[in-house]
């Protein structure tokens, strides 16, 4: 069957029928493999100009991405769980971000999804927002066979075998959604040890990914990509 997705002379690929997003919206993905990787930086400008486009009437976005190999703090994180120093030469590439939570990590192997909803037309409330979001991806691991994922009481994030698969961290602007949460399908573990993941203790509380639990290679394009926008639709 034809794919939902086309691609144009940039890299990006959109969605060729309409999602149930308000206003007709739209995913534009870049996926795994050279220069299809969206910088940190390049990403959250575009961020900035898909929200100001929504608080000025645009229809809503739901922008899937990969990164290279970057670190990032919420807008109120400190630098006790990074573990490296940031300023040695070479060292990772660091981030201040705009959202919530603590440091994380994103890169290859991870599908990171960043809605732009204009809450006027859903609910006005961060928190249900939180777990509105949190219950997509756990609908989408359903879908590619992780049919135990669920949500923690007293953390953020989806949790699969007691391995935490997705982080989330959110930003609102005009009760405009930003940034959004990260799934890890195929991730290099190890990229982890250099960060204390989320502020966890990572023997109590592991990162975990998808390739690992369902014991199978994750299909990005064919299989994650699609499952996520479906659960969006749900």
Partial sequence: SRSPFTTNHTGLHEMA???????????????????????????????????????????DALVLVEHPHVYTLGRGATHEHVLFDAEAPGAPELHRAERGGDVTYH???????????????????????????????????DKVGASGAG????????????????AAGVAMRKWVTYHGIS????????????????GLDPVIEPVGSLDRHLGRPIDLRGELVPAVVEAFAD
């Fill in 17 to 59: 029928k309409q999602s149930t997003l308000d206003g007709g919206g739209f995913v534009r993905c870049f996926t795994k493999g050279g220069k299809a990787l969206m910088p940190y930086a390049k990403c959250t400008d575009l961020q900035t100009r898909l929200v100001d486009e929504c608080i000025g009437g645009a229809r």
């Fill in 183 to 198: 799934l890890n399908y195929a991730v290099e573990m190890e990229r982890y040890q250099a960060i204390v993941p989320c």
């Fill in 107 to 141: 890169g290859p192997g991870q599908l990171v999804a960043y809605p732009i909803l204009n809450l006027h037309n859903y609910k006005r409330d961060s928190h249900w927002y939180l777990r509105a979001l949190e219950e997509v991806v756990v609908r989408a691991c």
């Fill in 151 to 166: 949500r923690a009481p007293k953390h953020t994030g989806v949790w699969l075998a007691g391995h935490k698969v997705a």
